[in-house]
């Protein structure tokens, strides 16, 4: 962006956190149950039995995706909009990213929010604000389980929710399917897999994919919102933006990106595609979807700046696999971090005449284990300093350290540690 744009936009965002600590509504798409009545709103009385029935629905049920079911079933309908270009759009299904905009939106309430504040409305609530703020925390009970990957089904039994179902193909254009395994302690672990091995069980298949849930969640959320909070993508996603507009965007955009840093299920409806190729992740936005986020006509949104990629690194050994994007930094080991600063802590007070036992004794730990600990300290310098930036192979442990003998030669430990 010019420098004259960033000034500018500085000064819209000024005025909009000005009118909106008022209470005054700063245009924009109308709030579905609701119209224009001068610098604020007034109920729409039609449409507002729509929004009341979508939270009865919700406070009923307590899941959003069982709302849009019987959202559905009762056939309610988006509203429909005319757009700049005349034409008319809307008056179709609720999407469920929509509805749970619909159900988090704070104007409902009676209020304005400026990014993470709230403040009283001039306009009149059209869900009480003591139920809206009763419903809040029964969301967030729900929207925890689901960054955690859990939730409960009808008797209680937690549940896991692979939150890009349906949405992820790879290079053979198969789709990855939800699937999951249990260790030998009973911990349940999440993948999605490419669904001809599930298909063809028992049948081995080197092209297909078989990727960690959590891990491949949270690299998406994290290559989509650097995506749209990029000012270049921001201030041309939609076409003949304003700077007004150009500051709400970046306002909803800057809030996006904090919830999908920290994936959760409302964030994916962006999503439309997700392709994975060898060394390559892709996503394809929803046109629709990003429209509705940023509330203008699907009609003004840049197609061509609707799909991103990166290079990713795929590191795998056993139950463990790690994906990398491009210019990402890598999560550090810190248990073993950890482990070969103990170790270079012992070695010196080995060096001062101390024994196991007594280090041991020190550090409420057995000597048998200080004596194991300690052979991290003749570690090479380049392979502790792998270990402090992430770039470890992905099998290098603190358990496969001490199950395996290594030479004290530190051009050889290098060459025996790139193989794991």
Known sequence: MSDDL????GIIRDKIAASKKKGLWMGGNVPLGYEPDGRTLKIKEADARII?????LYRRHG???TAKTEVDKLELKTAVRKLSSGQLKGGTDFSFGHIYHILTNPIYAGRIRHHAKVYPGMHPPIIAPEDWDQLQEQLQTGAVMARSGKAQNQGGEKKHVSLLTGKVFDETGDRLTPSHTKTAKGRRLRYYVSHRLIRNSG???PGGWRLPGPELESAVARLVAGYLVDPEVAANIVFDVTTEELAVFLEQLSKLDQKMRSPCTETFFLIKRMDITRGRISATLDHEAVAEYLGVGADRINGDLTAVSSEFRHRKRGVETRI???GAVAPRDETLFRNIARANRYLAMIISGQTFTEIG???GVTGRRIQQLVELAFLAPEVIRDVFEGR???GLTTEWLLRHAYPASWKDQREIFRSI
């Open 6 to 9: 960033t000034f500018d936009v």
């Open 361 to 363: 004794e020190i550090e």
């Open 63 to 65: 899941n959003v995706r």
């Open 392 to 394: 470890q192979p992905i």
């Open 324 to 326: 990398i994007l491009a």
């Open 203 to 205: 049948t081995k298949d």
């Open 52 to 56: 009341r029935t979508i939270y009865d």
